[in-house]
């Protein structure tokens, strides 16, 4: 089975989860989330980059949540305008976004639009270099034994992880039911070195 195909059959076996079932597993990845941010600690403030769940992927909210109660800074993925892209080289960067203000976030509202850097306010929503942050949380479409990950095909991951510090988690979230056998993968793609699953 081709990227395509295998994406499409574990998207769809996703989507056939029942939504209590969806919200139950996602709480206690979450919490599985929660152990691992307490065991790296808050000596130092600390910064953690989730993104907004989307259809029916594991939904990280009550982990970003637990972040913030402990003073750690959360950021999100924001897709960049083809002019930002070239400067920055990725496609997308992380963004703080504080507890009141995202509702407000248009890229949480909208995950896939790219923004232009005048389209987002640069105070409100600074940009965190990929050095600062100590925790990402990697959504993902399936996943097998190896750690080989399948996203949805724009590569954006697997351009941003090999930026962050040596000293960052990593950490891949799924459904039980996302894993496969094998992942068919790319020179260009990164195996997770973690992922929480339940």
Known sequence: MDKAELRRAVI???????????????????????????????????????????????????FAA????????????????????????????MRAVSACNASETPFIAHPTRAFAATDVDNIRFPIVPAEALDMVVVPLVAFDRTGARLGYGGGCYDRYLPT???????????????????????????????????
């Not at 076996?13 to 989330?33: G, I, Y």
């Not at 972040?67 to 070239?86: E, F, I, Q, V």
């Not at 039911?177 to 992922?195: F, S, Y």
């Open 164 to 198: 962050v510090s040596p000293a960052c988690q990593i950490i891949g979230i799924a459904f039980d039911e996302q894993r496969v056998d094998h992942v068919p993968t790319d020179a260009h793609d990164l195996p997770l070195p973690n992922i929480v699953n339940a």
């Open 12 to 62: 769809a076996r996703r989507d056939a989860l029942d939504l209590d079932v969806r919200a139950a597993k996602s709480a206690v990845v979450c919490a599985r989330l929660v152990e691992l941010l307490d065991r790296l600690g808050a000596a130092a403030p600390r910064t953690v980059a989730v993104y907004a769940a989307m259809g029916s992927e594991v939904d990280p909210a009550a």
């Open 66 to 93: 637990a972040a913030a109660k402990r003073g750690w800074r959360a950021a999100y993925p924001c897709m960049l305008s083809a002019t930002d892209a070239m400067a920055y080289g990725q496609r997308m960067c």
